[in-house]
C-alpha cells in the first residue's frame, strides 16, 4: 500500500517556467488537497477536491491550477513560476465519513524558482 | 487572518520531561481538532485528534486538552524522548460540510535533549 505518492521530490526551475506536480493515491480516497509549507508560516492549503470532477480554491491558490479527472490523481500546475512559489509542496488525502477526518500526507516535493 | 494561533515556535525540553504546546482558535464553528507530527524531509502524520465531545483524549505518552469556551486546545507529551524531536502543528476544521478545509497552526519545533 503506497498511500500518497509525489513526484518529483526536488526541482529547481527558473522565473517563468511551467510545470505539473504529480499526486496520487492508492486508497480511493475521495478527498485530495494541496498544500504549501514555508518555514515560519506552516501549512497553507493551494486547491482542493472533494471528488474527480470537482475542485475548488483554498487559502493561497493564486499561480496554480488542478484537476481531477480520476480519482486516484491530482495533479498541481505551476503556470508561469515565479520566486515566491519556492516552497514544499505537500499532497494529502482523506476518506469521506466520520472515521475518516486524519489526512495521509505525501512526502512533499521541494520546489526552487530561480 | 491566522484562525489557529499555536505556541511557543520552538521548544527545547529534557528527555523524561513533559512537552506542552497549546493552541487557540477563532472560529466557531470548527469541531475537529487533529496534531500532526513531522519529521525533517517528511510530510506530517496524523498523530491524535479530537473533537469537542470530551475534554481529554490521551493515546500512550501523547495527550490532548481541549477547553471549549476559551476555544483553546494543547498537546502534552509525556516522558519525552529524543525520538519525539521533530515538528507539530495543530490544525482545526469544522465537521460535516467543510471538513476537508483543515486550518494549521505555524508549527512547533520541539527538540528533547538527552
Known amino acids: 500500500n503506497a498511500g500518497v505518492t509525489q513526484t518529483p521530490k526536488f526541482q529547481v526551475l527558473k522565473t517563468g517556467q511551467s510545470m505539473t506536480l504529480q499526486c496520487a493515491q492508492d486508497?480511493?480516497?475521495?478527498?485530495m488537497s494541496w498544500y504549501r509549507q514555508d518555514p515560519g508560516m506552516g501549512l497553507r492549503l493551494i486547491h482542493y477536491?472533494?471528488?474527480?470532477?470537482?475542485?475548488d480554491q483554498g487559502e493561497v491558490p493564486n499561480g496554480y491550477n488542478v484537476s481531477r479527472s480520476t480519482t486516484e490523481d491530482f495533479p498541481l500546475r505551476l503556470l508561469s513560476a515565479a520566486p515566491s512559489q519556492t516552497s514544499v509542496y505537500f499532497c494529502?488525502?482523506?476518506?469521506?465519513?466520520?472515521?475518516?477526518?486524519?489526512?495521509?500526507f505525501g512526502s512533499g516535493t521541494r520546489l526552487t524558482v530561480v | 487572518q491566522q484562525q489557529v494561533k499555536q505556541s511557543p515556535q520552538s521548544l527545547i525540553v529534557q528527555k523524561g520531561g513533559i512537552s506542552i504546546i497549546n493552541c487557540a482558535y477563532e472560529?466557531?464553528?470548527?469541531?475537529?481538532f487533529p496534531w500532526y507530527q513531522q519529521f525533517p524531509g517528511k510530510g506530517p502524520a496524523l498523530l491524535i485528534a479530537i473533537r469537542p465531545d470530551v475534554s481529554e483524549k490521551k493515546e500512550g505518552r501523547f495527550t490532548i486538552s481541549f477547553n471549549k469556551s476559551a476555544k483553546q486546545f494543547s498537546l502534552h507529551i509525556m516522558d519525552s524522548q529524543p525520538g519525539d524531536s521533530a515538528t507539530y502543528f495543530c490544525?482545526?476544521?469544522?465537521?460535516?460540510?467543510?471538513?476537508?478545509?483543515?486550518?494549521f497552526g505555524k508549527g512547533t519545533k520541539l527538540s528533547v535533549i538527552p
Open positions: 472560529n466557531t464553528a470548527f469541531d475537529y
Open positions: 494529502a488525502s482523506r476518506g469521506q465519513g466520520a472515521s475518516n477526518y486524519g489526512y495521509t
Open positions: 477536491s472533494v471528488g474527480a470532477g470537482i475542485t
Open positions: 486508497m480511493n480516497h475521495e478527498y
Open positions: 490544525a482545526a476544521s469544522p465537521l460535516g460540510a467543510g471538513s476537508y478545509q483543515l486550518t
